[in-house]
């Protein structure tokens, strides 16, 4: 007999239990296309206590373990000019080992979910040109409009 395997996804909030997801974090497989830096609980209680934040995991379950898959950061942004709201996906991240199950589509398709449950005039993210792999997921969704778009980066100093 098979055991059943389901995908789920959840909106982490400052009072859950961020020790075992910051355990979870730093303890899974993740490559250079994450641009993975440690977790702390400090650090991701202060950026959940935000009111303008959405942190999003998806967990591959079955009856004995839940197995993170990976996680977005995202907030919601208002424009200056007409009062639209929109979700700007900050960071989506799935482990390394854990590719190919649907993970990244699943917390895309949350985030979107909870962009239309706040009437978000849009959801906003880009991705660099050469990984492959996120566009494919980002294209696969159906997007509205695909842009070039160049990237600027400006580091302080310590």
């Known amino acids: 007999m098979g055991v059943d395997v389901m995908l789920e996804t959840f909106v982490v909030e400052a009072n859950d239990d961020l020790a075992e997801l910051v355990d979870q974090i730093n303890q899974s497989e993740w490559d250079a296309a994450n641009e993975m830096s440690k977790y702390d609980i400090g650090s991701l209680r202060s950026y ?10 998806c967990y591959e ?4 373990e839940k197995v993170l898959l990976g996680f977005a950061s995202s907030r919601f942004e208002l424009k200056p000019y007409g009062g639209e709201l929109w979700l700007y996906v900050d960071e989506l991240d799935v482990c390394a080992d854990q590719r190919k199950k649907g993970a990244g589509k699943a917390i895309m398709r949350k985030l979107i979910d909870l962009a239309d449950e706040a009437d978000c005039e849009e ?3 880009g ?5 492959v792999a996120a566009n494919a997921l980002y294209r696969s969704l159906d997007p509205d409009d695909v842009a070039s778009v160049v990237g600027y980066t400006y580091e302080m100093d310590d």
Do not use: G, H, K, P
Not at 48 to 57: A, G, K, M, P, S
Not at 61 to 64: D, I, K, Q
Not at 127 to 131: I, L, P, V
């Open 48 to 57: 959940l206590e935000r009111q303008d934040t959405l942190f999003v995991i």
């Open 127 to 131: 991705a660099e040109a050469d990984n």
């Open 123 to 125: 959801v906003w993210l």
């Open 61 to 64: 379950s079955t009856s004995a």
